[in-house]
């Protein structure tokens, strides 16, 4: 399963390098639940090419994929997360930061997980057990997160939801907090590799409010492996279907003062 999915990954990147390659910035998409929140023809395009692989090699597997999902997750044995584009707005806007991801679930926990960025062609992948490694040119080697200790010395990584021009919980807030204590906050735009440099240790932790499964499956088990953290903003263990998400490298001095500083911005606002 490892190697279908690592490879499944990589055609589908392949296929998104096409699609970026020949677009112009500004077109060729469409909205979906906001304006903000974009669909273009190379996410369609990558979930029927992830889905109709998995049907292929295992139809008895069920998919929860962003561009196919309806309704709650599906109580499956065996459950493909997908999201075949994520950074969809980069991509409409040509900025060159996107990937693929795919987790595969049992029973609720990811059990492995790939995430793939076609341009730069690293992929990461974890699986339950098995640590959480990187390849790239042609080598692979594994990954940990990294050993800095203290908030005020930690890069970290966050984004916005898509309803945040009219929900007052928009992770701004949080945002101006966490950029003041920290080294710094970076918002690239792709969750799922964030989490992914999470686990690398190219940065020390990364925070979200409303993730969707298909964003943090793969990222969940790649920090996990690699030695990290992730819980929910009141600390209780990521779950599939958590609201919130902070991963770090698991130092107390970064994780818990994250969700320390998470929770008196949170009481100033609401």
């Known amino acids: 399963m490892r190697e279908f999915a690592i490879d499944l990954a990589r ?7 096409e699609y970026h390659q020949r677009a112009v910035a500004g077109h ?6 906001s304006p903000v929140d974009l669909l273009t023809a190379a996410d369609v395009a990558s979930d029927a090419l992830i889905t109709e692989a998995i049907h292929a090699a295992f139809p008895e597997h069920s998919i929860y994929s962003e561009e196919s ?9 065996w459950l493909w997360v997908i999201d075949p584009l994520d950074g969809t707005s980069n991509f409409a806007h040509r900025v060159p930061f996107f990937g693929v991801n795919i987790a595969l679930a049992h029973y609720g926990m990811p059990v492995l997980g790939v995430t793939y960025d076609p341009l730069s062609e690293q992929l990461f992948w974890a699986e339950q057990g098995h640590g959480a490694w990187l390849r790239q040119n042609g080598r692979e080697r594994p990954i940990h997160v990294s050993t800095i200790a203290e908030l005020s010395r930690s890069l970290l990584a966050t984004g916005f939801p898509a309803d945040r021009r009219t929900n007052p919980d928009n992770n701004l807030a949080e945002f101006n907090a ?10 690239q735009g792709s969750a799922a590799l964030e989490l992914a440099w999470v686990a ?9 409010p409303r993730l969707k499964p298909w964003d943090a499956a793969a990222g969940w088990l790649l920090v996990q492996e690699a030695g990290g953290c992730v819980t929910e903003y ?29 929770a008196a911005a949170r009481k100033a606002i609401f």
Do not use: C, Y
């Open 200 to 208: 690398a240790g190219f940065i020390e932790a990364f925070w979200h």
């Open 69 to 77: 999902a309806t309704g709650p997750l599906p109580a499956a044995e």
């Open 178 to 187: 966490l950029e003041r204590r920290s080294h710094g906050v970076r918002r």
């Open 11 to 17: 055609r589908a990147g392949a296929l998104l390098a």
């Open 28 to 33: 060729d998409f469409s909205t979906k639940s």
């Open 234 to 262: 009141d600390g209780r263990p990521w779950r599939l279907d958590s609201p919130t998400m902070v991963a770090s490298n698991g130092q107390p001095g970064v994780h818990e003062a994250i969700l320390e500083t998470i």
